[in-house]
């Protein structure tokens, strides 16, 4: 499985922005043509899925997030960013990329170390 190197999180109030950013190796063939997802894990909660986009743009979001955060990819530079707007303290979590497939949380077993976003005021 390839590796992915997530940036961007931080230190936010709630209402306040942040755009994370999500680098695939350069040696990941697969990129360009899996689907790639945005995860998150809060303390004492399983890992949940946020958003995921597909090769070719298609877009899905989990229903707390759907008209505030924003899934993006650039398959020429192995990227995928997401967007996150009017925060909650609930966002708070440290957010993950990778592939995404229907039943990930068997199939995914390597993830980076994430990026931690806290929303508090």
């Known amino acids: 499985q390839a590796q992915f190197a997530e940036s961007g999180g931080g230190l936010v109030q709630p209402g306040e922005s942040l755009r994370l950013s999500c680098a695939a190796s350069?040696?990941?063939?697969?990129?360009?043509?899996?689907?790639m997802g945005w995860y998150r894990e809060a303390p004492g909660k399983e890992r949940e899925l946020v958003a995921h986009?597909?090769?070719?743009?298609?877009?899905n979001y989990v229903d707390s997030v759907k008209g505030r955060f924003t899934i993006s990819r650039d398959n020429a530079k192995k990227t995928v960013d997401l967007q996150m707007n009017s925060l909650k303290p609930e966002d708070t979590a440290n957010y993950y990329c990778?592939?995404?497939?229907?039943?990930?949380?068997?199939?995914?077993?390597?993830w980076g170390q994430g990026t931690q976003v806290t929303v508090s005021s």
């Open positions: 990778n592939y995404y497939f229907d039943n990930w949380a068997t199939l995914i077993s390597r």
């Open positions: 350069r040696y990941d063939l697969n990129f360009n043509v899996f689907t």
């Open positions: 986009i597909a090769s070719g743009g298609d877009t």
